[in-house]
């Protein structure tokens, strides 16, 4: 069945970087579009960035111009460099794959603490 794990997660302190990884396995099929997601305690999960086959990118406001996602077809994973991290980043952050004949897939999540 279709796998996606994440690492990269961690403490890191206010303005430092992390970059977080999440590898598809399980499929011989290609994936459409992936993403990251995050789910602060006590809040309802929201997008990240997303990014299609092609290179296409969408970020959310809070993220643009500190966060960059890519992805490398060829090993069906997905990445997320994070940049000048702030305290209200601190979540879990989620990866999804969506195949185009079998759906949508999601990760087990990997924690991002920031600190002050």
């Known amino acids: 069945q279709v796998q996606l794990v994440e690492s990269g997660g961690g403490l890191v302190q206010a303005g430092g970087s992390l970059r977080l990884s999440c590898a598809a396995s399980?499929?011989?099929?290609?994936?459409?579009?992936m993403g990251w997601y995050r789910q602060a305690p006590g809040k309802q999960r929201e997008l990240v960035a997303t990014?299609?086959?092609?290179?296409?990118?969408n970020y959310s406001d809070s993220v643009k111009d500190r966060f960059t996602i890519s992805r490398d077809n060829a090993k069906n994973t997905v990445y997320l460099q994070m940049r000048s991290l702030k305290p209200e980043d601190t979540a879990v952050y989620y990866c999804?794959?969506?195949?185009?004949?079998?759906?949508?897939?999601w990760g087990q999540g990997t924690q991002v603490t920031v600190s002050s």
């Open positions: 999804n794959a969506d195949f185009p004949l079998t759906g949508l897939y």
């Open positions: 990014i299609t086959r092609r290179g296409d990118t």
């Open positions: 399980g499929s011989k099929f290609p994936i459409s579009s």
